[in-house]
Structures are given as C-alpha cells and as structure tokens.
C-alpha cells in the first residue's frame, strides 16, 4: 500500500464515529502512517516491532508502544480504555522500578482534518506509551558475548532492590496457587503435546512438577509467612532487561495483572536462570544466582526451590511458543523444563589454602560443573563476614581484630549453619574459605559429613602476593601483609587433596576436576 493510499483509508476509515476503528486492533492504514512518517508529533519514518501484546515503533531515539486490542484467557486489551489503563500501569510499574527508558503515556488521536497524531485535538482511538529507544536486548549482547560479570552484578543489584523494596504480600503465593500455575500451562502443554507428537512417556510434565510442589509446599508456604511473597518485575526473562548507555536495565514488567506477578522473589528470579540455561550459559545462571543469594542474604534453604521454579518458568515459555506456532522451540522449552526437575546427587566441595591462592576463582568456575539447576552454591567466608549477623565492624577493624581467633570462630560457626541447610536443600555447594584454624575446619567437616571433598590450593608466596596486590573490588580483606602472616595447617585431615595452584586458572581447574571425578565438559563461554 503506499503512503497516499494508507493517508486516503485513514481520512475514510478512520472517522470519529467510525466503531471499530475506536474498538479494534491498528488499520493498516495506521501502521503504514507510522512506518512512512505521515504521524504528526513524529515526522520521522518508523520500523515496527510486533510483540505478543503490543506492536512497537521505533524512531532514531524513541519508541511508541500500543498495547493490541487483544482478549486471551490472562488478560483483556479489547477496549481503548482498558489499553489506557494497561499503558498506565506499565509506566507507573517500569518507573518504580528504575527504569530509565519510560517517558509517559499519550493519546494516539486522529484528528478532525482526518490525519494521524501523538497528542493534540481530534478523536483518541488508542493510547501509546512513549520510551527512549535503547542500545540493545541484554539476549542480544549474550550473544556478542557482550556481557561481564560486572554487568550481572549491576544487573542483580537492581533486582534486589526491587525485591527489598517491595511490601510483603501475605495474601498471594500460596502453593494452590503455583498448582493453579501448574494446570494452566499444562493444558497448553496437551495441545503442544498432540502437535508435536509425544508420547505418553513424555507428557507427565506437569505430573512431575506436581510431585515436586507437594514435597516443596511446607517450605513455600513457610516463606509465604515470612514476607518472601512480594510483587516483583513478572516477566524477568533475558529480552525484557535491555542494555542503556551501558549498563543492564529491566524493562517491560508484567503490568496487567498484579496477582500474577505477586510470588515468591526466588519464582520471579527464576525466569532469568531459566533464560540463561536455555542460551546454554550456565556459568552466567550460576553467577546470578550466588550474586543474588549473596546481596539478598537469601535462606540456603530456599535453593531446594530452584528446580521447580524454573522448571515453572520454562512450562511458561513453553506455552508461549505454542501458542506462536513455535514447536521446535516448544520441543525445546519441553526438554528443559523437565531436565530441571531430575534429582541429581549434590556434591559439598570445599575449597581451602593460604590467601592468594585462587580459591575464589576456582569456585566460580568450577560451581557451574557440580550439578544442580543453576550450579553449585558457592558460600565465601569473606562474605559472611562482611554481612549484618558476621563482624559488625568490620569495616573499621584492624586487619588483626578480623582475623583473631574469636572472629574466625564466629564466621566457621556461620558457615557451618549454611552448609547444613544448603545440604538440606539438595543442593550442591562449594565452601571457600582459607581453612586455617583447625577448630574451624573440624566444625565444617563434621556439618558436611562423609560426603565433603577438600581442595587444599598450594602456591608460593611471591605468586600470592602478586596475585592479591592485583586485586579489584574484591571483597577480601587480605592483603599482602595478612598473606605474609599466615602459615600452612600441618594436620589436614583425609578429606583433603592438596593441589599446586601456583599456575594459570586453568591448570588449577583441570587439577580440580581430576581430583573430583568430573568429565571436562563441552565449550562453553566463561564470564568476562
């Protein structure tokens, strides 16, 4: 159609009394306006972006948002009202939640000499909202390899906010209701099922995930009393969080059902690691995941809800590609959804020796290896100190006053807890920690019990100091005098396997793995 044909049916068509242009999805008269610059208030021709929910356009710098005139089983955008209300709520749900992208809502509005305009005087016959156009999808710079570890933790930070800010809801996230979740996506699930054509065997998905829910109801609805239940972004998955000048930030929050979007933090988390193992980078979902336990100070205990979580959350995706017409990524959504729910059996690794050694580098990588939904649990002494109920002076304390014997026992004492309920959780964990104190590391071993592995990292002094001088942001408190202090346990008991780490990061890892029993898995990109 060209630019006088679509301006000649929007004066025709697009009349003031005209109904179902009021009530109905854009005309194509409309879109092309957009797309041929005819739109006053833009003057600029614009690309078009169609969502699920929405069509977007796109300028050099802003994009215009509408909600489709949609009415499915979740939500109703059938009426130009309701759409406003939707436009509102995505606005005032986006900007609580720091993100620097939305401007404001406007009318779309034709007006009385018959042409198309943001705002002014004439007939409304629908409601934008109005962003900053930004760089790209955060899926897309995955894919670039694009993102560090710096931006997860940006990233994480933001999401803790949210989560921290949010007023407990006592009245949502019960487990009926992740039940009711279970029985919506798997009605879906049936009709994907028939057109994919699975077998018996392989549909009892939302058999599994029921199995799972009533093992995990005590502690869902423990949490649920304790304010873990809070009104989060809803649909935090890799192409909802986009990256502006720079960094990571979340877009696009589920706005049209609070009751929806209201769970438990660690469900709304989930979406992301799910979207991770899907990119098959597990080494990011694994990062995030402690990155959030860490800044959360999140229950050990609630890692036993991981599986089931996201194993939700790929039934979500899955749901949607069916409805798309997508099988082969449905297929997919399917497989991953149900591999999340495999009992595996979880390893306790400790990893121990002087400051410098890389311990900490060694946990990172090997955590993604060790099983589990997102990797193994990675529980850092150093952290436990620095949080409320370790050395609450820690940060005006002598490097002595932290490393005294009473200090040390405190935080071995913290961490013995953690590995109790992080093993009460199925879950794998790894313990980093210097070791040193025997009454510590006795206490940890016997908290582990049979299963404990122990890495003792040994490198010379010099590799050490080097190693800890060039240190960034690293929230150790060792420095090269704290590494010149210290001396090697001389009775490391069987648990233990002493490693030279005195070489590169991948050496040390290949030791760790043989030591471990652990194949070398398939390529994978590893965290900048």
Not at 47 to 60: D, G, M, N
Request: with cysteine.
């Amino acid at each position: 159609m060209t630019a006088e044909r679509a301006d000649q049916r929007l004066r025709n068509d697009l009349t003031p009394n005209t109904a179902a242009a009021a009530e109905g999805m854009l005309s194509e008269g409309v879109e092309s306006a957009f797309r041929n610059g005819q739109v006053i208030g833009i003057e600029e021709k614009a690309t078009c972006l169609e969502t699920h929910l929405s069509r977007v356009f796109l300028t050099a710098d802003r994009a215009y948002k509408i909600k489709k005139s949609v009415r499915l089983p979740f939500v109703d955008f059938s009426t130009p009202e309701q759409r406003r209300r939707a436009c509102e709520a995505e606005l005032t749900l986006n900007q609580r939640f720091d993100s620097p992208i939305y401007l404001k809502v406007q009318a779309l509005v034709l007006s009385p000499e018959g042409f198309l305009s943001i705002g002014g005087e004439g007939q409304i016959l629908d409601w934008l909202v109005v962003m900053r156009r930004f760089e790209e999808r955060l899926d897309e710079a995955l894919a670039r390899d694009a993102v560090t570890s710096d931006h997860w933790t940006d990233l994480v930070s933001g999401v803790v906010r949210i989560h921290r800010a949010a007023h407990p809801d006592h009245l949502c996230g019960h487990a009926v209701d992740y039940r009711g979740v279970i029985h919506g996506l798997a009605r879906t699930e049936a009709d994907g099922a028939s057109r994919l054509g699975l077998s018996a065997a392989e549909t009892d998905l939302a058999a599994k995930q029921e199995g799972c829910l009533a093992r995990l109801s005590p502690l869902i609805e423990t949490r649920r009393r304790k304010g873990c239940v809070v009104r989060g972004h809803g649909d935090l998955h890799l192409a909802n969080i986009c990256m502006f000048q720079g960094r990571p930030k979340l877009f696009d929050a589920l706005e049209f059902d609070d009751r929806l979007a209201t769970t438990d933090r660690i469900y709304d988390l989930a979406f992301l690691l799910t979207d991770l193992l899907r990119m098959k980078r597990k080494p990011d979902a694994c990062f995030v995941m402690n990155a959030y336990w860490d800044m959360m100070e999140e229950d050990e205990k609630a890692l036993a809800l991981l599986p089931l979580f996201m194993s939700l959350r790929a039934s979500v995706r899955l749901a949607v590609e069916v409805e798309r017409g997508r099988l082969e990524e449905a297929a997919r959504y399917r497989t991953l959804a149900a591999q999340l729910l495999d009992r595996h059996s979880p390893r306790i690794v400790a990893i121990g020796g002087l400051s410098g050694t890389g311990k900490s580098v060694l946990a990172r990588r090997l955590a993604p290896e060790l099983g589990g939904a997102a990797g193994a649990r990675i529980i850092r002494t150093d952290q436990l100190r620095k949080s409320p109920d370790g050395n609450a002076n820690a940060s005006s304390s002598s490097d002595r006053d932290r490393y005294a014997p009473e200090s040390r026992e405190k935080v071995y004492l913290r961490l013995s807890k953690h590995v109790r309920d992080a093993v009460s959780a199925h879950s794998s964990v790894i313990l980093d920690a210097t070791f040193i104190p025997n009454a510590g590391r006795l206490r940890v071993e016997e908290a582990a019990g049979s299963e404990l592995k122990g890495l003792w990292l040994e490198a010379p002094l010099d590799v050490r100091v080097s190693r800890i001088e060039r240190r960034q942001m690293d929230i150790s408190d060792a420095d090269a005098a704290v590494a010149r202090r210290q001396t090697e346990p001389v009775d490391l008991s069987p648990f233990w396997i002493k490693l030279d780490a005195g070489g590169d990061p991948d050496q040390t890892l290949e030791l760790a793995r043989t030591a471990l029993g652990l194949p070398c898995p398939a390529t994978t990109p590893q965290l900048a």
